[in-house]
């Protein structure tokens, strides 16, 4: 959603587009289609597949003298997949320190805890060689200075845990595994757009 979002307020097609979000026939599916809107170049369902691709855009941006940053956005249930472990190996052996991976860490796979699985979480990314920075990831101004930051240390990329409660500010959301998946009616919708000022 916040992708969709931020491509149509820079203009990359209308925000009347917005509402075919999750509906039948609209280009705007729950997890977003190569070339569904323009903006989005590659699929990102099955999860796992945004950090291989983004290591490999750093390292083409490295072999060619670019000197950008590429930013990678993952959950920590998405971690569950073998595909980023591998990436998170391969990027530092390639002393990728122009890659930031920033992992929304709200506690929550699909269906269980991460932790049951995952912990612990930032001494893993440690341990495959990444520089790592845990945040709060509700904290607008250090998850700011921290990607302004980053790379942390030259050849290594750079890993931001940031700490998040699911639903955070709509009371009945919070840290509830329901609303992974629920779609909220409309008496939903109005309270929460009441409780967090909308």
């Not at 931020?6 to 190569?34: K, M, N, S, T, W």
């Amino acid at each position: 959603m916040a992708q969709y979002a931020a491509l149509a307020e820079r203009g990359f097609f209308p925000e009347d587009v917005l509402a075919e979000y999750a509906r039948d026939g609209g280009r705007l599916a729950e997890h977003p289609g190569p070339q569904c809107v323009p903006g989005i170049e590659a699929a990102t369902g099955s999860l796992g597949h945004g950090l291989p691709i983004g290591a490999g855009l750093a390292l083409a941006a490295k072999l060619r003298g670019r000197h950008h940053r590429t930013f990678v956005i993952l959950s920590d249930g998405e971690c569950y997949e073998g595909s980023v472990w591998e990436a998170a190996l391969f990027a530092p052996a390639q002393h990728l320190d122009s890659l930031v991976a920033i992992v929304d860490y709200n506690g929550w796979s699909a269906m269980d805890r991460t932790d049951a699985a995952m912990a612990p979480f930032a001494h893993k990314w440690r341990a495959f060689g990444w520089a790592v920075k845990e945040i709060d990831g509700h904290d607008l101004g250090a998850l700011a200075s921290t990607l302004s930051a980053a790379s942390f240390e030259p050849g290594r990329p750079s890993a931001v845990i940031a700490r998040t409660v699911k639903g955070k500010g709509v009371s009945f959301m919070e840290d509830d595994l329901e609303w992974h998946y629920r779609p909220p009616t409309d008496d939903d919708l109005r309270r929460a757009l009441a409780e967090v000022g909308g």
